[in-house]
């Protein structure tokens, strides 16, 4: 049987699934609960300063986006940190901790952006025991108006500013959470890590409108009759968490920080290509508000069943094995050829594949052949983007099938060449041709 323990910047747990900070990590009742499920770690539910805690809203704090069989696949939040007292959150983090050594439990911070205020907090943290702090840079509302969060981590100089502060003033491990809401990530994460930040977890959720009541005219979640902008996350934004985090993973200058991947992870898969793109282990939120704590244990037995038929005895034998292949589109090989093909016996003559390739694609599916319902792809038209697989109602039905070396490609008549060819040395590159001069 695989083995699944994880060392996360010396932060040891059973397994490599974490709880994020959020509602599922509020309160020592939540976590304990969490731990016998099955959790490796958890991040406390962010702690603000000490005095009057911060207020939430009384009414929806939540909205969501689903798919057309109502599974949840976006939700968004107007939920700030933490809104129960300091003392209480540490008090409940110190007696967890002392009954549950083997898992993991983070600090999760967000203080205003002063030296004083870092350096009152973190030694009552240390004083619970916790194995590490998370710092948040990443909430996008509320507090961000406030100079914390997301406005702290948009700006790299503040970033290295206060990991620095916080390696100066604690000697837990320090993991600096990163907001998505930048055009470029790796600016943030540098700053961390020049700062001395122990890794870098990411991603925190997105500003987002989830959507606009046509009859009150107030965007969703409406609160007396106005909205705001809350935090995105959840299935839909894996695409972007897993791209953030490829691009730390692959950055020359950040290239070896441990990262923690989270956006979206809802299944064993969906953790096992975060850290196949680099990441020490994942953080989960949506998914355990959306399915309960039990949610692990499909995790824990689908990881351990996954690397059992591939071999992997430990999570250090895949990790990272994604990065070398993430590259730029200027590097992909051209001269790689594929063309559709649709499996005639899965095929239930739906006709989507046609419609999305005629209308808007490349006129390469059949509709009718000898006056019959027939769908078949037309190669010599074929340019394999793959439009029709992801619009066909049943899985596997239309493949994409790689074109061998010395056949012809009937779109361009030319034959398949096994070189690799990239855009940088192409004909048509103006800048291959400044080069060549
Ligand atoms: C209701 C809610 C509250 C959250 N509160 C916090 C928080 O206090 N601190 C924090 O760092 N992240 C917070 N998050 C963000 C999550 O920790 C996580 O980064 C995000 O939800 C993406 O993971 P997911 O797609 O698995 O949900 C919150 C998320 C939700 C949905
Ligand atoms: S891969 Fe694109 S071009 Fe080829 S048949 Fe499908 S939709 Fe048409
Ligand atoms: S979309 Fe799929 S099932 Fe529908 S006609 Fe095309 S190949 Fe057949």
Redesign the pocket.
């Known amino acids: 049987m695989a083995d699944i323990r994880n060392n996360f910047v010396g932060i040891k747990s059973p397994n490599p699934f974490w709880l994020?900070?959020?509602?599922p990590t509020d309160k020592a009742y939540n976590v304990e609960r969490a731990y016998a499920a099955g959790w490796g770690g958890v991040?406390w539910?962010?702690l603000g300063e000490e005095g009057p805690p911060v207020v939430n809203v009384n009414g929806p704090?939540?909205g969501a986006i689903w798919g057309a069989d109502r599974r949840l696949l976006g939700?968004n939040?107007i939920?700030?940190?933490?809104d129960r007292p300091l003392q209480i959150n540490l008090q409940e983090m110190k007696a967890v901790k002392k009954k549950w050594r083997d898992r993991a439990l983070i600090a999760?911070i967000?203080v205003p952006c002063e030296e004083e205020a870092w350096k009152a907090i973190l030694p009552l943290v240390e004083e619970t025991e916790a194995d590490g702090i998370?710092l948040?840079f990443?909430?996008p509302h509320g507090m961000s108006e406030r100079g914390m969060g997301a406005a702290v981590g948009q700006v790299p100089e503040y970033v290295e500013m206060v990991v620095r502060w916080c390696k100066q003033y604690t000697r837990m491990p320090v993991i600096t959470?990163l907001t998505p809401n930048v055009t470029d990530v790796r600016r943030p994460a540098r700053a961390a890590k020049n700062g001395g930040t122990d890794a870098v977890s990411l991603?925190?959720?997105i500003n987002s409108i989830t959507g606009v009541d046509l009859d009150t005219c107030s965007p969703t979640p409406s609160i007396d009759g106005k909205g705001t902008h809350g935090?995105y996350?959840?299935?839909a934004?894996?695409p972007i968490?897993l791209n953030m985090v490829a691009e730390i993973a692959r950055d020359p200058e950040t290239y070896g920080l441990p990262i923690s991947g989270?956006?979206?992870?809802?299944t064993w898969r969906d953790a096992a290509e975060f850290l196949m793109l680099g990441a020490g282990n994942v953080?989960?939120?949506?998914?355990a508000?959306t399915y309960g704590f039990k949610i692990v244990q499909e995790m824990i037995t689908g990881l351990e069943a996954w690397m059992d038929e591939k071999g992997y005895a430990t999570l250090d034998d895949f990790r990272g094995k994604a990065v070398p292949n993430v590259t730029d589109w200027q590097y992909l090989n051209l001269n790689y050829i594929a063309k559709a093909h649709i499996d005639q016996d899965a095929c239930i003559k739906c006709g989507r594949c046609h419609i999305a390739c005629e209308d808007t694609s490349h006129q390469a599916i059949t509709n009718m052949v000898n006056g019959v319902r027939h769908f078949e792809v037309i190669e010599e038209e074929c340019v394999a983007c793959n439009l029709c697989i992801d619009v066909c109602p049943v899985e596997n039905c239309i493949t994409m099938v790689e074109k061998q070396p010395g056949e012809i490609d009937k779109r361009t008549g030319k034959v398949v060449s096994a070189d690799y060819a990239n855009w940088t040395t192409h004909p048509n590159n103006p800048m291959a041709k400044v080069a060549a001069e």
């Open positions: 994020a900070s959020a509602p991040v539910k962010t704090r939540y939700l939040n939920e700030l940190i933490t999760s967000m998370e948040n990443g909430c959470k991603i925190n959720t935090g996350c959840g299935p934004v894996k968490a989270i956006g979206g992870v809802t953080q989960v939120c949506t998914a508000m």
